[in-house]
């Protein structure tokens, strides 16, 4: 549960960075996160005695900490927390493509692992992923075991509904359903995945029984502020995945941007933050279309706070507009047996009532063989920044995974 991350890393970080101690309460105010529907449930693996003794083998301590190999200064205390106190600290972390489809090279692999998928996604991620307030991906299957294949679709990916079960594991809060394959086995397997994830407490977005559903933002609590998400995707040129209406399920589209600028602009009046997460571009392809760089800038203009992507199955680049970031694509995560760069992407926010903050991290990984790692070497870690940073448009990364903006001048 949400309690058992707050007792890793991040957790601790924030208690730094705040001042604050750490106070008996309830359930929920001890997880920081309340969802105004109901979240997933996991648990943390088990610390391995050969990485270390503290958390799961992550160590603290001054003058410095350490987080799956990268050493981070001790920030400076602040004063303790007091009644008046209206600040906020909190991260949201976003993975790119998973797929769990019985037949895929993914599961396959799974079903071999004693481990299951914490011998697929090394402890060091899996402790990132369970350690943020609020953990979403992008669930690139449905979850049946009914429906058809849909005719003359290529790739169709199905799993069996308890595969759902690895989503806790993982500490997942939330999954975006718009992506081009969640209807690959038609409208009964997609009524089937809503219910399943319903069932699980996993909280979706950006699909939905009719379009009004599949419209409307999900509202997450943490930290005392409310965060939207809201999804949409224009993936395919033979639109084979359908648009939920009034009286069908579906996904929500954005070839024609308007209905989602209006998802955007509903999460942003209703809530203190609104992310909007876009599933775009080339497949295999670095290169960024036009419609990208294009109607991202419109969704920051429409009211989201930063705009994530994924589809392209390999990482893109970033651009900040007016402060902002886009995140073009997180490319794979844990998708198939292809060696690919990849990254968790960590949107940090803190602040009070008069100022706010949002920092970006890369956590970079790589998924070679069906298993996603951590990166630990400083010298490929920067290997995997420059090459961030040689496909973005204004961005440089530091050597601890930072993303900030570059100021270009003339002359």
Not at 238 to 256: E, F, H, S, V
């Amino acid at each position: 549960m949400k309690v058992s991350r707050k007792r890793a890393v991040l957790f601790f970080a924030c208690l730094f960075l705040t001042g604050c101690s750490y106070r008996e309460a309830g359930p929920l105010a001890q997880q920081g996160i309340t969802a105004l529907a109901q979240t997933g449930i996991g648990a943390l693996p088990q610390a391995d005695a050969s990485q270390g003794t503290e958390a799961g083998g992550m160590s603290f301590g001054a003058p410095e900490q350490v987080l799956m190999g990268m050493t981070m200064p001790t920030p400076m205390p602040a004063p303790a927390c007091g009644p008046e106190d209206t600040g906020f600290d909190f991260t949201i972390c976003f993975a790119g493509d998973i797929n769990l489809d019985e037949n895929w090279y993914t599961t396959m692999f799974l079903n071999q692992q004693p481990g299951g998928i914490y011998d697929c996604i090394s402890q060091e991620l899996v402790e990132v992923m369970q350690a943020a307030d609020i953990m979403c991906l992008n669930n690139e299957f449905t979850y049946s075991t009914g429906g058809a294949p849909l005719p003359g679709k290529a790739y169709t990916f199905r799993a069996d509904p308890a595969r759902v079960e690895v989503l806790g594991q993982l500490g997942v809060d939330a999954v975006t359903l718009a992506n081009n394959h969640v209807y690959d086995y038609g409208e009964e397997a997609l009524q089937d995945t809503f219910t399943v994830l319903e069932e699980a407490g996993v909280p979706y977005f950006g699909a939905g029984r009719t379009l009004e559903e599949a419209m409307k933002p999900l509202y997450l609590e943490v930290d005392g502020k409310t965060v939207a998400l809201v999804a949409a995707s224009r993936a395919e040129k033979n639109k084979m995945t359908p648009q939920a209406t009034d009286t069908q399920p579906g996904i929500l589209r954005c070839y024609d941007t308007e209905l989602f600028m209006q998802a955007i602009r509903e999460g942003k009046a209703n809530a203190d933050f609104c992310i909007a997460f876009v599933h775009w571009g080339t497949e295999y392809s670095y290169d960024l279309e036009r419609v990208q760089l294009k109607t991202g800038k419109e969704y920051l203009d429409a009211g989201a706070d930063a705009v994530i992507g994924a589809h392209s199955h390999c990482l893109q680049g970033m651009e900040y507009y007016d402060g902002k970031p886009i995140i073009y694509s997180l490319g794979n995560y844990w998708f198939n047996e292809k060696t690919l760069d990849t990254m968790l992407l960590q949107l940090h926010f803190s602040g009070d009532d008069t100022q706010t903050q949002l920092s970006v991290q890369v956590v970079p990984a790589v998924q070679s063989g069906c298993r996603t790692t951590y990166v630990p070497e400083e010298e490929e870690q920067r290997r995997i920044y420059d090459f961030l940073e040689s496909i973005s448009v204004n961005v440089e990364i530091s050597d601890e995974g930072i993303v900030t903006e570059t100021m270009f001048t003339s002359g």
